[in-house]
Nanobody, 124 residues
Framework: QVQLVESGGGLVQAGDSLRLSCAASGRTFSGLAMGWFRQAPGKERDFVGAISRSGGITFYADSVKGRFTISRDNAKNTVYLQMNSLKPEDTAVYYC?????????????????WGQGTQVTVSS
């Protein structure tokens, strides 16, 4: 079993930056691929980005490419989502997820564990 706890959400203005963190426990962190998803009000949960076990491979949704960066610190059992140049359309609950797969998953069904989410609100 893996427990995931997100933090770092909040209310910011358009153009600002924010860094989300997701702390994992319960299993060897370096054995997990990690992903970030988000869900805006009234919409489905969407893929934001993901990172491989070692951190050497990352994938991003087109909507965030060039603005968001995922990284991980396996020594701290933590994955990060650095969000720059935030836009009002980035407003959503952001979820961290962990997968036991050996590759970098981009679909929700491929993930085995989920955090409770953290709210990010970007005002215009």
């Amino acid at each position: 079993q893996v427990q995931l706890v997100e933090s770092g959400g909040g209310l910011v203005q358009a153009g600002d930056s924010l860094r989300l963190s997701c702390a994992a426990s319960g299993r060897t962190f370096s054995g997990l691929a990690m992903g970030w998803f988000r869900q805006a009000p009234g919409k489905e949960r969407d893929f934001v980005g993901a990172i491989s076990r070692s951190g050497g491979i990352t994938f991003y949704a087109d909507s965030v490419k060039g603005r968001f960066t995922i990284s991980r610190d396996n020594a701290k059992n933590t994955v990060y989502l650095q969000m720059n140049s935030l836009k009002p359309e980035d407003t959503a609950v952001y979820y961290c997820a962990a997968a036991l797969l050996g590759y970098v998953p981009r679909f929700q069904y491929e993930y085995d564990y989920w955090g409770q989410g953290t709210q990010v609100t970007v005002s215009s």
